[in-house]
Structures are given as structure tokens and as C-alpha cells.
């Protein structure tokens, strides 16, 4: 945070090394939030320092805004947008196009959503200032995050069964193939500790079998 | 023993590219180049098989996302991990599910390994940039502090992948071998379809695993299958 919100300072405290020691010291420390949503803080942190006020006043925003950029970031790309930019690319590489075009594809895509978010956040950041938490809230993301969920669910079963079809081995033996199917819903359904049981069972048939 | 040859050319190729990766995930620049597709298919390009790397990489997507990286989770480090498993694929012999199993598990493994080497680093960054006072708000200092941290990480990565890749190559072309005899002929391409099958369900139920979430998934794979048809 230091690092990033030092070139502003320096422009904000020109000419006054020690307003400009001050403020570097307030935000260098610790700052813990979702990396690309960090750029709405160090908007709205340097258009603090630009306006002055209370530095007591600056270090309770900067820990109030760490949670929701974080949690909302949380939702919105690691939960939203990435696992969807993954889940087009191997379909599209599972239904033959070329690897390395499924993988540049995913890259530009996810990066196309990842830069806007940065140069959108410290916009909405500096714009903002203090009023930064309506911002969010009235900001698309919360909906993005809520409709892109059964999105992902759909593509998930999709890439599943595309995936397993196009890896080796999986589509011969019809034993094999039903052995299988039983473990992956045995895995998928089951909780936790009887998708184990479940499991380990299994694998001391085959060995029963096999001895 | 195994006919492999890997050139020091080579292994220092893949572990630039394991530094520039493991960077990209958390110092910068997030691009998400460290995906395991992408680092996948990176790895699999540079012995000949994009196809082979895109293939491991997306059976470590499936499996990471088990860890989300939400709040302060830990979760596996992806980009070297997923490049060695890449490179891996596309140098073992059979291409066979029991080799994909082996740089799937080694990936996994590595990752885990990344995510540790990733929690000490920031324990270090911690002194480093923990009180801003001892530097007295110099920007300077802050740049050449956030330099260093950048720079240890790039070593830590570039460590992770020289360590293991060749080891990892050798223990799959190992594993392919195993076990031998009419049974182990049957019984491995069994048990490697088995656990490649488990591991798309734990993948499965991570993605789409909310109750309200299996109707999407259900008509997800049943367009799946459809495709598959048409495509047939």
C-alpha cells in the first residue's frame, strides 16, 4: 500500500518532506483487502490526503474499508469472474480449440474484467473519498457476483463431463468406466468424512480383488 | 535409464519461467498467468505439447479449487507447480491417465510446498515493512523494501521449480512403469481412472456444490453430454 499510494503523495505533499514522511508512515503499514479492489482505498486514501483532515480520521477509513473490499472482491472475482474465464477456456479446449488459444484466450478475457477493476477502483476511489462505501454499494459488482454463481454450477457440469471424455484411458472398459462413475458421485454427494469412508472402501475392494 | 534427456537449457528455461509464474501470483503482476491452465500449457510448449500441459493444467484447476483464495486462506501456489506438472505430461512416455494421476498428485504436492515457501515469505515481508516508523517514511526506503520482497519471492519460486522439476519428471516416468505383470497391467489404468474420476467429483462439489446449485450442474453436464453426441 506504501508502495503504490507513494508516487500520489509525493504529487499531494510537494515541497513538504515532512507532511510527506507522515503520511508515507500512516499508510505503509499492514493493509489486507482483495488486490485489484485494494485500488478503490488508494484512491480514496490519497484523495483524503489531497482534501487534508484528521490523520486519526484517515487510519479508522483505512481499516473500515479493508473488510468490504475484500469480501466484495471475494465474490465478485475469485468467485465469479475467474472461475468463469477458467470454465470457458477448457470447454473450449475440451470441444478442440487449439491449447494454446484456449489459454491466450482465458488471458485476455479474465485480464479484460481484472484491468478495468483497477482502473475503475482507483477512479471510484479518488472521486469518492469518503463516501467510497456508497460507491460500492451502488457499484455492479455485488450483482455481477450473484449472477454469474449458478453461471459457474452450469459450466462446472459441463466441463466435468467434456473433461473427462477428453482425458485418456477414461472412455474404455465398461467396469472401469462404471467403477468410476460410482466414485466420482460418491465424491460429489457425500460429505466430507463418508466421501473418505467411501473412498477407502473402495480402494480395499480393488486390492481384495487384486490379491 | 529412462531415454530422457533434459538439456541444462532447458531446465533453466523452465525455471525462469517458474520465477516469472510465481511471481505473477501474488507480487506481480496478477495476471493470472499462474492458472494452471495457463502455467500448464506453458510447460507442455516448451517440450512439444501444448495439448498434454493444458490437460494436466485443467485437472489442477479442477482440484484447486478446493482453496479458494478467500479472506486469509492458505491455499496451493499454482504457476510453478502446475508448469513442472505440465512439462512433465508432455515428457512422459504413455501419455497415459496413470501419468496424468502422477503430474496431477506431483502438482498438487508442489503447490502445497509453494504455499508454505509463500506463508514464510510473508512472515519475512512482515519485518521487513512491519513498522513504518524504522524507515522513517521515506519513499525510497518503501521502494527499495518492496523491491527486496519482490526479489525474495522470485528466488523462492525460481528455487521451488529447479528443486523439483527434474524429480518429478523422473518419478512419473517412474510411475508409468508401475506396477508390472499382467495384474498391475489391469489393476493401474483402473485405479488411475478411479482416482481421476473421484477427483473430478471433489471438483465438481467444490464448484457446484450448494443444494441449490445441483439443478444448474445436473443440466450443466447433461449439455455436456449433449455436446459430446453432436460432436460424436
Known sequence: ?211 | MTGLEITPGAWLMVVGLGTLLGLDAISWPQTMASRPMVAGTIGGMLFGDPAAGFLAGAWLEVVSSRHPPFGAARYPETGPSALIAGAAFALSETGSTLALLGVVLAGWTIGWVGSYSIALLRIYNGQLMGDPAAFGGDPAEVARRHRRAIRIDGARAALVTGALFVPVVLSVRWLETWPAGDRGAVLSPLLAVIAVAALAGVGARLLGGRREGWPPFVLGGAAGLLLLWVAA
Open chain 1, 1 to 211: 500500500m506504501g508502495y503504490a499510494v507513494s508516487p500520489l503523495l509525493q504529487r499531494i505533499h510537494a515541497g513538504d518532506p515532512v507532511a510527506l514522511r507522515s503520511a508515507l508512515e500512516r499508510h505503509a503499514g499492514s493493509f489486507n483487502a482483495h488486490p485489484y479492489l485494494s485500488t478503490v482505498a488508494i484512491g480514496a486514501l490519497a484523495r483524503l490526503e489531497n482534501d487534508g483532515g484528521d490523520p486519526e480520521t484517515f487510519q479508522r477509513f483505512r481499516t473500515a474499508l479493508r473488510g468490504p473490499l475484500g469480501a466484495l472482491g471475494d465474490q465478485a472475482v475469485w468467485a465469479g469472474w475467474r472461475p468463469l474465464c477458467i470454465l470457458v477456456a477448457i470447454a473450449l479446449f475440451c470441444l478442440g480449440v487449439e491449447p494454446r488459444v484456449a489459454a491466450l484466450g482465458f488471458f485476455i478475457l479474465y485480464n479484460a474484467g481484472h484491468v478495468w477493476l483497477r482502473l475503475w477502483g482507483i477512479r471510484a476511489g479518488w472521486a469518492a473519498g469518503l463516501e467510497v462505501g456508497g460507491v460500492l454499494n451502488r457499484s455492479p459488482l455485488r450483482s455481477v457476483a450473484r449472477r454469474l454463481t449458478p453461471v459457474n454450477e452450469a459450466l462446472t457440469g459441463v466441463v466435468l463431463v467434456l473433461l473427462v471424455a477428453r482425458t485418456p484411458g477414461l472412455q474404455f472398459s465398461p467396469a472401469a468406466t462404471g467403477l468410476a462413475t460410482a466414485a466420482a458421485l460418491a465424491a460429489f454427494f457425500a460429505p466430507a468424512p463418508g466421501g473418505r469412508l467411501g473412498m477407502l472402501v473402495l480402494f480395499a475392494a480393488i486390492a481384495v480383488w487384486w490379491i
